[in-house]
């Protein structure tokens, strides 16, 4: 049912093209049925955006400043890299996982080579940025004498492949039959994994 907005809510077009983009994909959403949840005319979308693709990065630009601070704080103080990777990863695992973020991996893995500049958006704008937080991490944890790392480029790949396969098998797999992700407890062994590799062993310092 639509709801009721104002036509200069620009929140109320990005909810709406999220369930669109959530239901159909991208190349099946229609900006007449996000103008329709909207609760607006797609005349009035157009006094937000100048077409479905710029609805897409706008969408994928809120989602990140909403979420990034919340999953690798810009100012950890003295918590323990190891901490900060733990944290990290639960916390990606649970929202990248989320119906409410259905659409992305959807389109990014499903569409993304129909889409190449969309998918190019969201690789500059979203993996780069995600990655150097991880790779800051790490880093972090080489500089305090918490981990053992020469190549921490390679190492946040592992760490963002884990979670790429969470959402694939929850968003993607999941619908088709495929097991339920527990998706707790995979972060906490995808964590396990990862940091058995990264903590420095107590015997290296006898």
Aim: aromatic share 6%.
């Amino acid at each position: 049912m639509a709801r009721p907005a104002h036509p200069t809510r620009r929140e109320d077009i990005l909810d709406a093209a999220r369930e669109e983009f959530n239901a159909r994909g991208f190349a099946g959403a229609r900006l007449d049925d996000i103008a329709r949840k909207a609760g607006i005319s797609k005349a009035a979308i157009y006094l937000q955006f100048e077409s479905k693709e710029a609805i897409f990065r706008a969408l994928v630009t809120e989602i990140l400043e909403k979420m990034l601070p919340q999953i690798a704080p810009s100012d950890p103080g003295e918590e323990s890299a190891e901490k900060l990777i733990r944290q990290f990863i639960a916390m990606a695992f649970a929202q990248f996982t989320s119906r409410e973020l259905a659409f992305l991996p959807r389109m990014i893995l499903g569409e993304g080579q129909n889409f190449p500049e969309l998918a190019r958006f969201y690789h500059d704008h979203a993996i780069l940025r995600v990655m150097a937080m991880i790779e800051a991490m790490i880093e972090r944890g080489v500089t305090r004498g918490e981990f053992v790392c020469a190549m921490p480029q390679h190492a946040c790949r592992s760490i963002v492949g884990g979670i790429v396969l969470a959402a694939l098998w929850r968003i993607v797999l999941e619908p088709v039959g495929a097991a339920v992700l527990d998706v707790d407890s995979a972060a906490q062994v995808h964590a396990d994994m990862l940091l058995g590799g990264l903590l420095v062993r107590k015997e290296a310092d006898q």
